[in-house]
């Protein structure tokens, strides 16, 4: 009894687990968009320390000074590179705030803040560091926005300040590019990863609706099985059970029965078989290719003509004459040359194959191939198409016309 609730823990614990994992694989086709925006905000950080010290050194600051700046800056930028790389596998269930991989940029931009805002004697590099820092922490959705606007304006403020001070008694164009920069950094910090959020979104939603198709598709397999497989398996259950009333009596009767459950085994065989081939169907341009490479490969000299729109025929009904006709040519030709096309013309597609004629094609035509071909006839028959065959003394045609709107294929005058 005790032991239940463990299971149940463990099944949870992994399904948490797989579904972890699943929200990282996500995000692995759009990993080109998520370098173009972390490169974009790695770059901005790094301008701003480079401006930094380039208006320390044209303002005639001391060497240490700058030296200070520039030391300080670079470990600031390395040390936002950890919870930045964090963010692209975050989810929504992960605590703000991480110290191991938080803290470090945290206490840095702190430290690098104070050195670089005594130095530059501006407010708003005092207080840039620490706040880029705590842009990148995880931020429940909806709060990112409020926190980097309190931010933006707390820069602001503090950039009119130093542009009243500062920049008043310098008067150089560098301090106010590193103003800007500086004021600035957060805003296009989250917009990037405000944009990310929305690509993983997008990413995750069309994952799931591709899970939702595929088990929808599933259900709708396991259905039809069900429902093919029910009601033949019901069938011959009843004509056996029959059967095994008759045999004692009427011993006629009951083979008969017998015979009825044997047909009805075929009937759920050939069944199951269209069902397969119905969920199994391939894009018929890749049918042809795929007959094309199995005929090269048994050194017939192969060629294949397919209409532009083929992709739009229909697979079911010529995908398993495809499949047919290439296995006769390969099992009754002679071995030498094949062509294959596939057109529509006047409402109906048109699949042709020939082939060269092998010395014993009379005779295989009698055995496996007009059985092959009688297959063949049903198929287009079913899809309101028609069969046509042409033996020539040197080459073997078979032509199949299906409709391509519903309509009765028509019929060729040549035949």
Known sequence: MTTLPVRDAASDAA??????????RLTRNITATWWYMAVAIVVFELMLVVV???TLVRSGVGTAEVAAVAVGGL?????????????????????????????????IGLAYGLAAGLVTDLWVLGA?????????????PGVRFRVVLAATALLVALSLIDSAVVLEETGGAGWAQLVFLAATLPAVTVSSLWWWDVLVALDRARASEARLAATQERLRVATDV?????????????????????????????????RAARV????????????????RSVPLPDELANAVDLLRAAGTDAAATVDPDAASAPASALGPVIRE???????HG?????????????????????????????????????????????RAAEAGGRLEVRRGDETFTVVVTVPADGAPAPADDAG
């Open 52 to 54: 930094s010290v380039e």
């Open 128 to 140: 840039l560091p620490v706040i880029q820092a705590a842009m990148l922490l995880n931020w429940p």
């Open 325 to 331: 006709t290439t296995t006769n040519v390969l099992r």
């Open 264 to 279: 009805s085994v075929d009937a759920a065989r050939q069944g199951t078989r269209d069902l397969a081939t119905r969920f």
């Open 75 to 107: 470990l600031w930028w390395l040390a936002t590179l950890v919870p930045l790389a964090d963010y692209r596998r975050r989810t929504d269930a992960a605590p703000l705030l991480v110290w191991r991989r938080h803290g470090p940029a945290l206490l």
């Open 15 to 24: 399904s948490a687990a797989a579904e972890a994992r699943s929200a990282v």
């Open 226 to 258: 069900h429902d093919l497989q029910g009601h033949h398996l019901q069938v011959i259950a009843l004509q056996l059970e029959l059967s095994e009333r008759l045999m004692p009596h009427d011993p006629e009767a009951g083979l008969e029965q017998l």
């Open 334 to 378: 002679g071995g030498r040359r094949a062509h294959l096309s596939l057109t529509r013309a006047d409402g109906v597609w048109r699949y042709e194959i020939s082939n060269d004629v092998a010395a014993t094609a009379t005779a295989t035509a009698e055995d496996g191939g007009g059985a092959g071909l009688d297959g063949i006839a049903r």
